[in-house]
């Protein structure tokens, strides 16, 4: 690609991101602080990817869901998963009518646009696999037919990580269909001042509808244009290779990788480090976008094995080590 499409595509950018801008003002009408969460999940939503949000119970991460779903004017809906869920209360089920002796089909809460999936955890393994074939597929099966999801379809998930009792753990298979797993951290302090601030008085803010689906469908266009270089191609495979085998990069951390990342890893982290360029107002990938979001993209995809356990080594660890030590081009 010239430099004369790139800055097209730039302006073009600039053009489309007051709308995402709205949507942040949006937004921060109701939150406050968590600029990372909301970045993350406005990467999804331009690359169409899952999201799995994890924090402490109380930091918001099913308001935020619901103040960017309001924001969208998306067709909404919020599942709380617990262990007694079927997966008919998630994607539908025949009914039997007996005066016409004729089945029909009663569509569950899983045909919206955005589907808040809360305490994902939760919820057993049958009800997982549903919502494994909505996340792939973007289609679910009722009976004897399949039904196409509404687009755009978005899974944002939240789970809790302290909370172990009544939690099943979520399938390898399932976690990788998630784009990205946010980690959401306590404000600081001077955010805990203005959250008490402004929601110890009465006093409801109206969020308003400032982005259509026809603009997100717009900006997935766009992102197909963002440019990524080919040394910032080979640094994201580096990044995905070296989880695989880090002695072949001088990382001698063989024996505390059980299974690496997965070909999806690089798929997503080219699409989240191309949205996260367009975030910036930028129509071009730098080395710098990869970094940003390799934490998101990567964390959830690593296998670790008894040993790092043992020397309290996280993935979040060996991913910053990757990124310091494999050369930046």
């Known amino acids: 690609m010239d430099h004369t499409e790139i800055t097209k595509t730039t302006d073009l950018i600039h053009e489309q991101t007051k709308a995402i801008d709205s949507v942040r003002q949006e937004v921060m009408k109701i939150m406050v602080g968590q600029e990372h969460m909301l970045d993350r999940m406005l990467i999804a939503l331009i690359t169409g990817g899952h999201i799995l949000l994890e924090g402490v119970p109380g930091l918001a991460k099913t308001t935020a869901v619901k103040t960017l779903a309001q924001t969208l004017g998306l067709k909404f809906q919020r599942i709380s998963f617990t262990p007694d869920l079927l997966p008919a209360d998630l994607i539908g089920t025949m009914i039997y009518d ?36 909505a996340m792939q597929e973007h289609q679910v099966t009722i009976g004897d037919h399949t039904y196409p999801l509404p687009e755009p379809f978005l899974v944002m998930a939240t789970q809790n990580p302290i909370e172990q009792e009544g939690t099943y753990p979520l399938p390898e298979a399932q976690i990788d269909r998630f784009m990205l797993k946010c980690k959401v951290t306590y ?17 409801d803010a109206q969020v308003n509808s400032v982005m259509s689906s026809d603009q997100i469908f717009l900006l997935r266009d766009l992102l197909d ?15 995905v290779f070296a989880t695989r085998q880090p002695s072949a990069y001088n990382i001698p951390a063989d024996h505390q990788i059980e299974y690496g990342a997965s070909p999806r890893a690089t798929l997503y982290l080219n699409l989240a480090s191309r949205a996260n360029a367009m975030l910036h107002g930028r129509g071009y990938a730098t080395p710098q976008d990869v970094k940003e979001i390799a934490h998101d993209v990567l964390r959830h995809r690593i296998m670790l094995t008894y040993e790092a356990e043992a020397e309290e080594v996280t993935s979040e660890d060996l991913i910053t080590r990757l990124l310091n030590d494999i050369p930046v081009p």
Do not use: H, W
């Not at 016409?100 to 939760?122: C, M, Q, W, Y």
């Not at 244009?225 to 990044?239: A, H």
């Open 225 to 239: 244009q963002v440019y990524c270089d080919e040394k910032v191609g080979e640094y994201i495979l580096d990044l």
């Open 98 to 133: 007996p005066r016409t002796g004729t089945f029909s089909v009663k569509k569950g809460p899983v045909f919206t646009n955005l589907l808040l999936a809360d305490e994902i955890n939760r919820a057993p393994a049958k009800v997982q696999s549903a919502l494994l074939e």
């Open 187 to 203: 404000p600081s302090k001077d955010d805990e001042r203005r959250i008490m601030n402004r929601f110890t008085r009465k006093r």
